[in-house]
């Protein structure tokens, strides 16, 4: 059948419409948010910069880590109780309240003193929370004091509309050096999502305001019950990991000793293989390590803090080289055992073996099946929100965080090789060559191929669940 050229035309036919629909309904399925940023990561800094002069406090030689950030918990409480996606789209729009924003850390090794900014995707200044020493002295001021410098402050230098807002409670704390700070939170008198509340923070530290904090207040009924939805999947993922480490152990294990004692293994280009991944998984690590600043304790040597994240990133590049090359040892002879009329897996891209039609009928076919599973997922998407009302959350297809990496090639072409190499080889090459060498035993074949295929489906699946 597939050396028949009706099949390829209607292979190619297929491809072409799953490719219209993915168009048609990938962006109703896949609940793709349209998010406007006009401030990029290097004004994000730079702003940062501008917001502490205008505090009036010197940061001289601190270091900066942002990320572009979101309010997840006050997004799934939105798109499931207060509107849905459309709701949350128009919160979106609107200059309410800011669920995706820019966080700026400002910090120095051995200072207690930080300053952490937020900006709207388009860059206006949304709050900041600068951190003072304990020991640092200033003015004892009494509560209706702090309350009128904080309610002058606010409102002529950082534009807060105060008047829409109710103070609800307040606080102070008095330091050992005679420093008081005060704390009042309000509340917003019309800024209300179903019962989700917007609430704003004013810190008076000595006779400054050191802190303007929107946040959100969401009922605790729904973290019960959104904790209790996510239990589920949590559970169902467990049982699938225990599944894979026993079922794929196992026989990982077995077929290890039988292949060593038949010598039936190729060493070389697996062992390519696996260093080549761990090399990139290893960089892709690096990549980012700008965002692990973000949770840097700076009463900690910051070099002995670097020198943990690279020791954890060679680590975690070894343990996936290594089970990379066990996994392509295994797999690749299973494989060659199963199905011994197929091409070598290691000869497929050979001078004599690639041009070949087999070869090339394999790679097309895996370019054209792409855009058709593609639509089924879409399709499983579409049709499980629109007919069972099934919630998936909303994401934007666009991460400015990308910017934040060295070489963000580095982590693209490192995922892929990891997620289409090696889980390939696990999760579909071992199980299913297995099944077929069982079922050829048995003289079942096609019927363990079945229960391969399923098993392997649910394994899978299930194992990303959570």
């Known amino acids: 059948m597939f050396k028949r050229p009706?099949?390829?035309?209607?292979?190619?036919?297929?491809?072409?419409?799953?490719?219209?629909?993915?168009?048609?309904?990938?962006?109703?399925?896949?609940?793709?948010?349209?998010?406007?940023?006009?401030?990029?990561?290097?004004?994000?800094?730079?702003?940062?910069?501008?917001?502490?002069?205008r505090l009036g406090v010197k940061f001289e030689g601190y270091r900066q880590a942002t990320v572009f950030n979101s309010d997840s918990e006050f997004q799934n409480y939105v798109e499931l109780r207060a509107?849905?996606?459309?709701?949350?789209?128009?919160?979106?729009?609107?200059?309410?309240?800011?669920?995706?924003?820019?966080?700026?850390?400002?910090?120095?090794?051995?200072?207690?003193?930080e300053l952490v900014s937020y900006f709207s995707p388009a860059g206006k200044v949304i709050g900041f929370e600068e951190k003072v020493p304990e020991s640092e002295p200033g003015k004892a001021l009494s509560r209706l004091e702090a309350t009128a410098l904080a309610d002058s402050i606010a409102r002529t230098q950082w534009s807060v509309a105060l008047d829409q807002y109710t103070l609800i409670q307040e606080a102070q704390e008095a330091r050992p050096n005679g420093r008081i700070d005060h704390t009042f939170t309000y509340e917003h008198r019309e800024l209300k999502y179903n019962e989700a509340l917007i609430r704003l923070e004013l810190i008076v530290t000595g006779d400054r305001l050191t802190t303007i904090r929107p946040f959100h207040k969401i009922p605790e009924q729904f973290s019960k019950d959104y904790a209790a939805?996510?239990?589920?999947?949590?559970?169902?993922?467990?049982?699938?990991?225990?599944?894979?480490?026993?079922?794929?152990?196992?026989?990982?294990?077995?077929?290890?000793?039988?292949?060593?004692?038949?010598?039936?293994?190729?060493w070389k280009p697996a062992l390519m293989w696996a260093i080549l991944i761990g090399i990139f998984m290893f960089f892709a690590g690096l990549n980012f390590i700008s965002f692990q600043w973000l949770g840097y304790d700076t009463s900690t040597s910051s070099s002995s803090f670097l020198t943990q994240q690279i020791l954890q990133n060679i680590f975690q590049g070894l343990l996936l080289a290594a089970i990379s090359f066990i996994t392509f040892l295994v797999a690749e002879a299973v494989t060659r055992e199963a199905m011994p009329q197929e091409v070598q897996f290691w000869k497929s891209?050979?001078?004599?073996?690639?041009?070949?039609?087999?070869?090339l009928g394999k790679v097309l076919g895996g370019y054209l099946f792409m855009p058709i599973e593609l639509a089924y997922v879409i399709g499983f998407y579409y049709f499980t929100q629109s007919r069972w009302g099934w919630w998936s959350p909303a994401s934007s297809f666009s991460d400015p965080n990308i910017l934040g990496a060295a070489m963000p090639w580095v982590t693209a072409i490192g995922q892929a090789l990891q997620a289409g190499f090696w889980e390939e080889a696990?999760?579909?090459?071992?199980?299913?060559?297995?099944?077929?060498?069982?079922?050829?035993k048995l003289n079942k074949k096609k019927l363990f191929l079945i229960l391969g295929i399923i098993l392997q489906a649910f394994i899978f699946s299930a194992a990303h669940a959570g």
């Open 83 to 113: 509107g849905g996606k459309q709701a949350f789209e128009k919160i979106l729009s609107s200059d309410d309240y800011y669920p995706y924003y820019w966080y700026v850390r400002h910090f120095k090794e051995g200072e207690a003193r």
């Open 426 to 440: 696990m999760f579909r090459a071992l199980p299913l060559a297995t099944m077929l060498i069982i079922g050829t």
């Open 6 to 53: 009706w099949f390829w035309f209607a292979f190619v036919f297929l491809a072409i419409l799953a490719v219209l629909f993915n168009l048609r309904y990938a962006d109703k399925a896949l609940n793709i948010l349209n998010i406007q940023i006009s401030m990029s990561r290097k004004e994000s800094l730079a702003e940062a910069v501008n917001l502490h002069n």
């Open 229 to 266: 939805m996510r239990s589920y999947n949590e559970i169902l993922a467990g049982i699938a990991s225990a599944l894979m480490l026993l079922l794929y152990g196992i026989a990982m294990i077995v077929w290890l000793f039988l292949l060593l004692r038949r010598r039936q293994l190729i």
């Open 349 to 359: 891209f050979s001078r004599d073996t690639a041009p070949t039609k087999s070869v």
